[in-house]
T-cell receptor, first 117, second 110 residues
Framework: GAVVSQHPSRVICKSGTSVKIECRSL??????MFWYRQFPKQSLMLMAT?????????EQGVEKDKFLINHASLTLSTLTVTSAHPEDSSFYIC?????????????FGQGTRLTVV | DAKTTQPPSMDCAEGRAANLPCNHS???????VYWYRQIHSQGPQYIIH???NNETNEMASLIITEDRKSSTLILPHATLRDTAVYYC???????????FGAGTTVTVRA
């Protein structure tokens, strides 16, 4: 299947700083990417949908000014957690889906474990 | 507003078939059934999907009932590495969103 690469796999940052997470589709063009967050022992929660060349669509309750999403190319989306706080510590996962190619399955990155201290 | 219902957990013996049920009684005509799994601390992995016909690939088989209100994912010969949380999701093929429920925690035992 297609490959989605996420970087970094884990990051520790100080409270108040910003952290950028990258999501790349390595062997296909991803017109749409998705960002999820997963707390321990819980399921994945969709945070936002990132469309190449346009603004991201955020799910209800997700602060768009805190979680900045940029999808400037068909192979790269970034999520920046601004002014991170300990409650932002979580497992962040991206996925990519090329809906123009007739494919329907989504492919996921390996996830980024964010710890804010 | 979960669209699917799965048992919270199940155990199976290594080398035996694992049959994972999923109820999706409100599925609409054009919605597909997707299965993903998540091994601990990793991103979800696509397994298989189908609309109405049974499907098989190198990982698993998907059996969808004639009325499409339920399905079963079959892992033909479970191994220890199949221990994971398995998610059954219904979605339109051009729908941007995949909504994850609680899934089934499958533990394969030697």
């Amino acid at each position: 299947g297609a490959v989605v690469s996420q970087h970094p796999s884990r990051v520790i940052c100080k409270s108040g700083t910003s952290v950028k997470i990258e999501c790349r589709s390595l062997d296909f063009q991803a017109t749409t990417m998705f960002w999820y967050r997963q707390f321990p022992k819980q399921s994945l929660m969709l945070m936002a949908t990132s469309n190449e060349g346009s603004k991201a669509t955020y799910e209800q309750g997700v602060e768009k000014d805190k979680f900045l999403i940029n999808h400037a190319s068909l192979t790269l989306s970034t999520l920046t957690v601004t002014s991170a706080h300990p409650e932002d510590s979580s497992f962040y996962i991206c996925s990519a889906r090329d809906l123009t190619g007739g494919n329907t399955e989504a492919f996921f990155g390996q996830g980024t474990r964010l710890t804010v201290v | 507003d979960a669209k699917t219902t799965q048992p919270p957990s199940m155990d199976c013996a290594e080398g035996r078939a694992a049959n994972l049920p999923c109820n999706h009684s409100t599925i609409s005509g054009n919605e597909y059934v997707y299965w993903y799994r998540q091994i601990h601390s990793q991103g979800p992995q696509y397994i298989i999907h189908g609309l109405k016909n049974n499907e098989t690939n190198e990982m698993a088989s998907l059996i969808i009932t004639e009325d499409r209100k339920s399905s079963t994912l079959i892992l033909p010969h479970a191994t220890l590495r199949d221990t994971a949380v398995y998610y059954c999701i219904v979605s339109f093929p051009n729908d941007y969103k995949l909504s994850f429920g609680a899934g089934t925690t499958v533990t394969v035992r030697a």
